[in-house]
């Protein structure tokens, strides 16, 4: 078991020398270039000015014509993520193989839900969702953490797109497909120290006392803080805080290596084994064999410092990525697509604006000395005001207006053109945007189903980046919560309030079993997506409506547990507690219904023993007396009845009858048989003629 105590820098000016020649490596191979594009596609997102080149901005305000901005890429992205928002997805376990039960993927499941909910998930998944919408690509980084447990617990945190460079010669969405992924931080001396230790801290600093030239960084793009863009180097000492650049490289290696085998055949590498725990495992029988393994290395260092340098504790990259539109290595968000429509629309607005400016201040042509009360001065800053007042001298020509520049033909039609083109390229649709006016709710949730198939991809993309998570953040919690420990579970109750469900994880037991063993068993990963919450709700609550109208007995917490109230759980919880005490008439009135249906149904089996018993009487008598079969073939078919099989009704017996034969005795339990009654009450009566 690997424990923060293990995790201890090694110092090597070779590897970090090495390291920092792969992030040179990324920088030219395209990483320069993304990091450009990025900060381009957010400046559009933003807006604030940001989507006009300051050079041409500047040119056109000194001419006096304006530059608006209609920032229509921000409402297109903040309406996708409203639908990633709204579409979340649950997740479950399925056991595959070892110890692995249903009960048993139960709590896996649960586990894992509580670690996502406390590292807050849902708001990461949305700025990941946001970093790949707008720059192409996001990161999570799933990693180990100390902090709160020695043994370990998950860590979710959140990249920025810009300080990870993926292996420019790969081309698969899964990072397990990479060769290598690069991190790259800002980080201070402190951070170092309380990391990777004094040691380690002390070494950094001397390098800060003797180095001024740690790589060139001309080319890097700024990073978004709360602070202003002043331009840091990759090495600083600003306002007394000395900064340095971290290199986190992690990279596969395919090495022979000695690994622990379990009985079931699990392979755990030795060194990522503690000493005790591998006594334990060995006295199991556990076996020790050498064998090719693929592993994860990590060589963490600044420019010429090693800060850590080896097997990762985790079996993957801690990198799990968010690429919206990917094709075979090329990414691409919802903004790149918008700049073009986004520049034509700001350029054609700001046209027609200016067109009616000058329309309404476009001068005067008047004869030199004609106009007594204004000045030429004046009349040019005060031409075109409201309710101007001109005094000619007598006998002068009246001035005239100058005609202005009419409004290019089409432009109003090249201005909703460029509109539709962003709502195109971005997948945001009119019926995302506006359901419409005077129709249904069914019909508007329709339109906007439909207009949903437009953001597919990244949906279906975010559902793979969600698997990818999921699965490792199980191999952690498998790996590292080891110890017992007790956590509470958060479920929402029949009420709508949260419950807090007591669990104790890795318990020994008396007999030696462990009772919920994090570590035991293999798991399939399940995820379900549930659909936008409005949408559901409304759905779940029609159709207990339309159940109760159709008669179904439905209780009213029902429906109220279905409903859109603010305060449903607090009246979930009135209903139940005031629900009115079972009524006995009514209890007496489905007691009598299911009597008299069982009554019905004991009635219909003592016809259908009567008809079986009377027939086998019948067809003993015919066997006795064969010639009385024709008779009784005729007689039936007069009386109308519908022979069911082959012609005759009653056919004579085929075997030849023994002249001995003796009538069977009537030994029906309740009834006589109808042959033997005849058409009188006596018994004595019937077709044998009153025979004994």
Known sequence: ?????????????????????????????????????????????????????????????????????????KAAVNVATGYQINNRMEVALYPRGGLADSEQAEIKAKVLRQMLDNEQYKWKETQVWLDGAIQQRGYFDVDIQFDDNLAGSLSIDVLDPLDVRPDPDASEYDPDKWGF????????????????????????????????????????????????????NAYTDKGGIRRCRIIDRQYWVYEMTQVVVSPEGDMTPRDSVSDDDYAEAVAAGWVTIKRMMKRVKRCVSTRD????????????????????????????????????????????????????????????????????????????????ETGLILVTRPGAPPPTKIRPNEVPSGIDRFIDWSLRSIRDVTGITEAMLDPGKNQSGVAIQARQFIAQQQLAVPL?????????????SLKIIQKFVTDERVIRIAEKGETGETEYQPIVLNKQMDDGSVANDMTA????????????????????????????????????????????????????????????????L???????????????????????????????????????????????????????????????VIPAPDAPIQTNARMAENTHPIFPP???????????????GGQQ
């Open 1 to 73: 078991m690997t424990t923060q105590e293990s995790i201890t820098p090694g110092i090597s000016s070779d590897a970090a020398a090495e390291n920092w020649r792969w992030y040179e490596y990324t920088e030219s191979r395209g990483h320069r270039d993304y990091c450009a594009q990025a900060k381009k596609n957010e400046r559009y997102y933003l807006g604030k000015g940001g989507q006009w080149d300051p050079a041409v901005r500047s040119a056109l305000e000194s001419e006096g014509r304006p530059c608006y901005e209609v920032n229509e890429l």
């Open 586 to 648: 009514r209890e007496a009135e489905v007691a009598l219904k299911q009597a008299q249906v069982g009554y019905a149904d004991a009635k219909a089996t003592a016809k259908s023993v009567e008809s079986q018993y009377s027939a086998t009487t019948a067809a003993s008598l015919i066997a006795g007396n064969p010639a009385i079969a024709p008779l009784a073939d005729a007689m039936l078919r007069s009386a109308g009845y519908v022979d069911q099989d082959q012609a005759p």
């Open 521 to 584: 068993g293999t798991y399939d990963i399940v995820i379900t997506e549930k659909p936008m919450t409005v949408t559901w709700e409304n759905s779940e609550f029609e159709q207990v409506m339309e159940m109760r109208k159709a008669g179904i007995d439905l209780p009213g917490w029902v429906a109220i547990k279905h409903s859109n109230l603010a305060d449903k759980g607090e009246l979930l919880k009135q209903q139940k507690e005031e629900a009115p005490p079972p009524d006995p």
């Open 305 to 384: 410092v090693v800060l850590f340098d080896s097997y990762s504790p985790i079996d993957n990259f801690t990198v799990v990525p968010f690429f919206p539109i990917f094709r075979r290595g090329q990414t691409a968000g919802m903004i790149d697509d918008g700049i073009s429509p986004q520049d034509m629309l700001n350029k054609a607005i700001s046209q027609f604006q200016h067109v009616i400016n000058t329309s309404a201040n476009s001068g005067w042509v008047y004869e030199q000395g004609s106009i007594v009360n204004k000045t030429d001065a004046e009349m040019e800053d005060s031409g075109a």
């Open 181 to 232: 992924v690069i991190i790259t931080r800002w980080q201070t001396l402190d951070w170092i120290r309380e990391t990777y230790g004094p040691e380690a801290a002390a070494k950094v600093e001397a390098r800060f006392e003797s180095s001024d030239n740690w790589g060139d960084t001309l080319h890097d793009e700024h990073r978004n803080s709360f602070g202003d863009e002043s331009g840091v």
């Open 674 to 688: 109808n042959p033997d009654r005849g058409m009188t009450a006596t018994p004595q009566a019937g077709i044998n």
């Open 460 to 472: 279906d993309n975010m559902a793979r980046t969600r698997h990818m998570l999921y699965t490792r």
